[in-house]
Structure formats: C-alpha cells, structure tokens
C-alpha cells in the first residue's frame, strides 16, 4: 500500500507559477512511476505528466514546455512546477503512483485556480 497526500495548489493569476507536491508513503520502494492527473468538473480526468523510475518524463501536449515534474531520490516525493499557468489550467490536480504490481494509487487532489 502507498498512501499519497498532495499540496501547494490554490489561487494564482494567469502567467504565473505554483509547485504542487506530493509526499507518498508505505510501500515506496515498489514504486515505478509517478503520474500528474488534473480533473475539472463534468470533464474525464485527464493526464498532465508522468516520470518513471530512471527519469524519463512525458507530458500532455496541453502543458509541454510549461510543466516539469521531478522526484527525489527516495520516491517519497513528486513534484509538479507549473509556470506560465493559464485560465485552462485550472483543475482538482491529482498525483497517482503505481507499484511493481501494478497497483496505482491516488491522492486526494489539491485545487488549482488560475484566474485573469
């Protein structure tokens, strides 16, 4: 079991930056990748970025250039640096993790808002 709590979401004008971070917990060393979900009400939840053990990165097209997504060492933390944010960027933000095993595990999101 993994347990993920996020934080550092809130309120920011447009153009400007937040870091949202992820602190995980329990069985981290069967971990092999860590994902970055964003949510808006009545919408699919859709995938924002994505790093796997080693350190490759993907990222929707959407955030491309704008997003970087980093962890530490231990795989107890992620984190999701957004600078440039736009109005559309604003979401629940979720981090997931999934195990050796194929679990996936999710947070309890953190809300980001962008406004003009």
């Known amino acids: 079991q993994v347990q993920l709590v996020e934080s550092g979401g809130g309120l920011v004008q447009a153009g400007g930056s937040l870091r949202l971070s992820c602190s995980a917990s329990?069985?981290?060393?069967?971990?092999?990748?860590f994902n970055w979900y964003r949510q808006v009400p009545g919408k699919q939840r859709d995938l924002v970025a994505r790093?796997?053990?080693?350190?490759?990165?993907s990222y929707a097209g959407a955030v491309r250039g704008r997003f970087t997504i980093t962890t530490n060492n231990a795989k107890n933390m992620v984190y999701l640096q957004m600078s440039n944010l736009k109005l559309e960027d604003t979401a629940v933000y979720y981090c997931?993790?999934?195990?050796?095993?194929?679990?996936?595990?999710w947070g309890q999101g953190t809300q980001v808002t962008v406004s003009s």
């Open positions: 997931t993790t999934v195990s050796m095993y194929g679990h996936e595990y």
């Open positions: 790093i796997r053990n080693g350190g490759a990165t």
């Open positions: 329990g069985s981290t060393a069967s971990i092999v990748l």
